[in-house]
Nanobody
Framework: QVQLVESGGGLVQAGGSLRLSCSAS????????MGWFRQAPGKEREFIAA????????YYVDSVKGRFTISPDNAKTTVFLQMNSLKPEDTAVYFC???????????????????WGQGTQVTVSS
């Protein structure tokens, strides 16, 4: 099985930056699609960003476009989420996910992913 572990979360002041990492253990990623989601208390899990490192394409939700950057490594062991100009609205638990091979679902949908990390807390103070 593939296990994903997020790291890099923490407390940061508004306008600051954080870089989240998602590392795979056991086996490397089995899909070229990697995504980041976040979930605030009482809210639905929200798609943030996804990348296909085979084609190099990326997709971001409008609220983070221009501020966040997703970038997987070539070894298919780690994917990063660089977060700049953080806002209090970005406060949430952030999850990384590995795409489900052969999935026909859109990458913005949680069911399009096979493996999930446990999440890392990001708190942005005002």
């Amino acid at each position: 099985q593939v296990q994903l572990v997020e790291s890099g979360g923490g407390l940061v002041q508004a306008g600051g930056s954080l870089r989240l990492s998602c590392s795979a253990s056991g086996r490397t990623f089995r899909s070229y699609t990697m995504g980041w989601f976040r979930q605030a208390p009482g809210k639905e899990r929200e798609f943030i960003a996804a990348t296909n490192w085979r084609g190099g394409s990326t997709y971001y939700v409008d609220s983070v476009k221009g501020r966040f950057t997703i970038s997987p490594d070539n070894a298919k062991t780690t994917v990063f989420l660089q977060m700049n100009s953080l806002k209090p609205e970005d406060t949430a638990v952030y999850f990384c996910a590995s795409g489900r091979p052969g999935s026909s679902y859109y990458v913005t949908q949680p069911i399009a992913y096979e493996y999930w990390g446990q999440g890392t807390q990001v708190t942005v103070s005002s």
